[in-house]
């Protein structure tokens, strides 16, 4: 997979808004941005100014990187929507998300609270539907995520999920790790059966 001729590769971040977000997390999320820019990919993000999503933008901005901000007209106040990117003003979050997805080749999660996790569970639920087979990874400082893996192991022992669910998604534990496993994935996608199987 790779990105479409007419846009450089471009990875999405889903991450806290914030403004109390941990400044481990805020150093971490910043440290990921100045990684886009120096390796020439696409951030593409909510578009606001605030915590980890901000400190993001705003390094990856600083280190002259290629960075688009998506924001619906409603946050632009509360989210501090990040102007000196080029960000696109929407009306709705089904639009945002939409235009996210669409401007995007590889997604990396990092720590958020509840609409980072609709955002990632839209983007498996997508995976697990056959609709995309892009890479999703998650960056999962000190088991911040662990529980929601939990949860998918269990959903997987009651055969609620299938066993190839897990090859939706990977994740790491370490920041510098997170661009090269999402590289590593569009290489090496792994192929998971859609529960909708297509003619």
């Known amino acids: 997979m790779s990105a479409p001729a007419h846009r450089p590769f471009s990875v999405c971040v889903y991450c806290a808004s914030s403004a109390a977000s941990p400044n481990d ?3 971490a999320a910043a440290k990921f941005g100045r990684t886009l820019a120096e390796e020439g990919v696409r951030l593409v993000y909510g578009g606001g100014g605030v915590g980890m999503m901000g400190a993001c933008a705003k390094a990856a901005h600083e280190a002259s990187g290629d960075v688009l901000g998506v924001i619906p007209a409603f946050l632009t106040e509360h989210e501090v929507a990040y102007t000196r990117v080029d960000t696109v003003v929407v009306t709705t979050m089904h639009e945002r998300k939409m235009r996210m997805f669409e401007e995007s080749d590889a997604f990396a999660v990092l720590p958020g609270a509840i609409g980072t996790l609709e955002e990632a569970i839209e983007l498996l639920s997508w995976r697990r539907l056959g ?4 890479p999703i990874v998650f960056f999962n400082p000190d088991g911040f995520w662990d529980p929601l893996f939990a ?3 269990q959903l997987e022992r009651q055969r609620l999920l299938p066993p190839e669910f897990s090859a939706c998604w990977g994740q790491v534990d370490a920041i510098d790790d997170l661009l090269p496993a999402l590289r590593a994935a569009l290489v090496d996608e792994p192929v998971v059966p859609p529960l909708i199987q297509r003619a």
């Not at 609709?131 to 892009?134: F, P, R």
């Open 131 to 134: 609709l995309h087979a892009k």
């Open 151 to 153: 949860l998918f192991a």
């Open 25 to 27: 997390l805020l150093a």
